[in-house]
């Protein structure tokens, strides 16, 4: 598709003439850099060339010159010129082809991959006032790079905000302003493998990518593993790691709590071992069947590093993250992170604080709550009409649940069959560390899935969760 450039002034080109004594005249060189740039994709079919008057002015040669080299390549279909209208490339002219449609994975009708929120719930009108507002008010100095931590602003809202609604112990002081999770676990990897920590401990199951983060920082991945009752702390300590990623308020992928009693060994731990707890505060503000659980960061402020964003409650393409620090990292990290960007984009944090102040960040997750629940509930009917012998489980909150298939199905055969049928599913064994087929699990996540498209997918892929029929006894 070529890029239609609009506006009173013709695109720009950039062509090399070289007027040194002996080379090929003008014209000629001029017809051979436009050729070269047609054949090498340079210049895509249908792109509009500059008018002759202004490429004469740019390179600094007669009209005249440049009218006969359109002319020629005209004559040999590079070109395409009509009364009134621009020179454009020929539609036929480049060689370069484009991907087709059979390299590219065909599409899928139902995608249940998981931690894509709704992508088309975006408060667009909520977030165009509040960068408007913001922008009205920002001072002149909020145009520059400013404090590598994040703006002031933002980060007097944030800690005011997590104060009150998970219980944080938030000090805009010690609050960096990065672009998500992953942004946050780059710099704080590095902080500890500059401290001398060679190991960090990861939940198993969990979110793989953290081991190819810790890999790139110099550290090596621990898993540890994770029960009904969150990461076991037993298994942490005996594991020597002295700092671990964890996400207690709504395990991903299990889903569990991590138990009040956990949390205090867990606190015990870090400061026996004087040991890191990266907290991700996944999911926390999705709930649907009590209060959210407080932060972990509010019971041991020193030792937790508590990580969260945007990506889940707005949407991923915003970038905009926090990390509550303890006070001896602060420093580190805002210092990488001005290595890393020079800070996050300014303008777009002072429109989330507008968002947060105004109330209507707020009103925008009651309402996606009420969304989420209610697709929680419609895949588990679906499940129980089409396929009773799958339990969900997984904590009433987010948008993901995990389908414990039933004994005898093989969780890499409903993957695969599934993705025939144009239904997107994900095995349990991509999240554990070792890659484990069993116990068969899926990981549904249901919020970017209409509550139509749930019912036509569990139907479509029903045959696929049933047990396997037994055999029939055999005739003495």
């Known amino acids: 598709m070529p890029v239609e450039w609009t506006g009173s002034r013709p695109p720009e080109l950039v062509l090399s003439l070289d007027r040194g004594i002996g080379h090929e005249p003008l014209g000629t060189q001029l017809q051979c850099e436009l050729r070269d740039a047609i054949r090498s994709g340079r210049l895509g079919a249908g792109e509009r060339l500059p008018s002759s008057r202004e490429l004469a002015r740019t390179l600094g040669v007669s009209r005249g010159l440049v009218m006969e080299c359109y002319a020629q390549l005209e004559a040999e279909g590079y070109l395409s010129a009509h009364p009134g209208s621009a020179t454009r490339v020929a539609a036929r002219a480049t060689t370069r082809t484009e991907p087709t449609a059979s390299v590219r994975p065909p599409a899928l009708d139902v995608d249940f991959r998981s931690g894509v929120p709704e992508l088309s719930s975006f408060p667009l009108h909520d977030w165009l006032r509040s960068l408007t507002e913001a922008g009205r008010r920002a001072p002149v100095a909020a145009s520059g790079y400013g404090d590598a931590r994040g703006n002031a602003v933002l980060r007097e809202v944030l800690a005011a905000y997590l104060r009150r609604v998970r219980g944080a112990a938030a000090d805009p002081e010690h609050t960096v302003i990065c672009s998500g999770f992953a942004q946050a676990a780059n710099l704080l990897f590095a902080a500890l493998a500059r401290e001398g920590i060679r190991e960090v401990a990861l939940e198993d199951p969990g979110d793989r990518d953290c081991d190819a983060i810790a890999l790139r920082n110099g550290l090596r991945p621990v898993p540890v593993p994770v029960d009904g009752q969150g990461i076991d702390v037993t298994a942490l300590r005996a594991s020597g790691a002295r700092a671990v990623v964890l996400t207690p308020a709504h395990q991903s992928p299990t889903g569990v709590v991590l138990a009040p009693n956990r949390r205090q060994a867990l606190a015990r731990w870090a400061e026996a071992a004087d040991a890191l707890v990266i907290e991700d505060d996944y999911d926390a503000e999705f709930r649907y069947d009590r209060r959210p659980v407080g932060s972990l960061q509010g019971l041991v402020p020193d030792r937790v590093a508590s990580v969260g964003s945007v990506s889940k409650s707005l949407a991923p393409a915003l970038r905009l993250g926090w990390i509550l620090c303890p006070p001896r990292l602060t420093a580190a990290l805002a210092h990488d992170k001005y290595l890393a960007d020079r800070g996050s984009p300014a303008l ?125 006894p055999h005739s003495t």
Not at 391 to 409: D, I, K, N, R, Y
Not at 433 to 456: C, M, Y
């Open 348 to 472: 777009e944090q002072l429109a989330l604080a507008r968002l947060i102040e105004s109330g209507r960040y707020d009103r925008h997750l009651r309402r996606m709550r009420t969304v989420y629940a209610t697709r929680h509930q419609v895949l588990a009917e679906a499940l129980a009409r089409h396929a009773p012998g799958v339990e969900l489980t997984g904590l009433a909150a987010g948008f993901h649940a995990v389908a414990q298939l039933p004994p005898g199905v093989d969780e890499q055969h409903v993957v695969a069959e599934a993705r025939a049928r144009s239904v997107g599913l994900y095995g349990m064994s991509g999240h554990r560390a070792d890659g484990a087929t069993e116990p068969a699990q899926l990981v549904l996540g249901f919020g970017n899935v209409t509550d139509a498209a749930i019912r036509r997918a569990i139907g479509t892929i029903a045959d696929l969760l049933q047990p396997p029929a037994a055999d029939p």
